[in-house]
């Protein structure tokens, strides 16, 4: 059994690793970091694992217990932590903030996206899990990039849930403003861009065309719908043809020839793709939740790569239907 610790365990994204660790039948939950839960169960915090365990919050750092730990931290805390307290040798770690997604000479994290890294990753210690719209958005363009065919600029809309702000309560997810509304945040400078970027000058080390992403809030709880366009002119039959080639070993991303809608994702680790184009203009849609294939979905599949199991093993994961 892989005997797993998590740090920051109050948060949507926390509560959702803690499920899919439970019923992992290859992992053993050993401690759930929480300072200002400590003592408290953890279906305090997460009610939907009323029933599931009796668990309590900790906080401790039993970390020579465990062989993999989580980070499920505020953005900068990860790296903090690690500056401040030295990590048993051997201990894997995944972190789900964006501290290590960048690559710099002092960086030893692994860019956690199975489907582009997952030797990679198999190989690692330390692995960065990617955000959520970058999961998406790279997945919509990762096969363009390895036939060099992103060379002119790339439009994206993308629309996620309230989820997607963390659990802490704020002006934009306060239902009665959320409720029945639709905004844009951060246009044209969002700090997954920075990451996509890196990405697809891996596959593309030519690529230097803009990103013009728009973001918006939803007024729903959970998901990402995004549609990316850019100019190509291959035919659909051909474009199909590299989708699915390229994702032919990938166990949750599905190239798909009829259109496509966020409930068909909800509450698995899939990422459905469709293709349409109008003359010159290629249009992707790609459909994520946010929360699992946009975060702890993804994360335990690279906890799978790093201790050479099935990596479908504990994701089998159904659709929420109506």
């Not at 210690?125 to 096969?143: D, K, R, S």
Request: aromatic share 8%.
């Amino acid at each position: 059994m892989i005997k797993v610790g998590i740090i920051g365990g109050a948060g949507y994204t926390a509560g959702e690793l803690i499920r899919l660790l439970l019923n992992h039948p290859d992992a053993e939950l050993v401690f759930v970091n929480s300072t200002s839960n400590a003592g408290n169960r953890l279906s305090s915090v997460h009610e939907g694992l009323i029933g599931e365990t009796d668990m309590v919050f900790t906080d401790q750092l039993p970390l020579d217990k465990i062989d993999l730990l989580f980070f499920c931290t505020a953005h900068g805390d990860t790296r903090k932590f690690l500056e401040a307290n030295a990590l048993p040798e051997n201990l894997k770690v995944i972190d789900l903030s964006q501290d290590y997604r960048l690559k710099a000479e002092d960086n030893k994290f692994i860019y956690g996206l199975p489907e582009l890294n997952r030797r990679a990753i198999c190989k690692s210690q330390y692995v960065a899990n990617p955000g959520c719209f970058a999961t998406a958005i790279q997945l919509a363009l990762l096969p363009l990039a390895r036939n060099l065919m992103l060379n002119d600029d790339i439009y994206v809309n993308a629309i996620t849930g309230s989820t997607g702000a963390g659990v802490k309560p704020g002006a934009t997810s306060h239902f009665s403003w959320r409720n029945d509304n639709v905004s844009i945040y951060k246009p044209f400078t969002h700090q997954h861009l920075a990451e996509i970027g890196e990405s697809l000058r891996q596959l593309q080390s030519s690529f230097d065309s803009k990103i013009n992403f728009i973001p918006y809030r939803g007024c729903f709880a959970r998901g990402i719908f995004a549609t990316v366009m850019v100019k190509n002119t291959n035919s659909l039959e051909e474009l199909y043809r590299i989708y699915t080639e390229y994702y032919e070993a990938d166990s949750f991303v599905h190239v798909v020839q009829e259109p496509i809608d966020l409930k068909q994702v909800v509450n698995t680790n899939k990422c459905l793709l469709h293709l349409d184009r109008h003359e010159d203009q290629l249009l992707i849609t790609s459909c994520i939740d946010n929360l699992l294939k946009g975060a702890s979905g993804t994360a335990v599949h690279n906890m799978n790569l790093l201790f050479n199991l099935k990596e479908t093993t504990g994701l089998h994961l159904k659709p929420s239907g109506f």
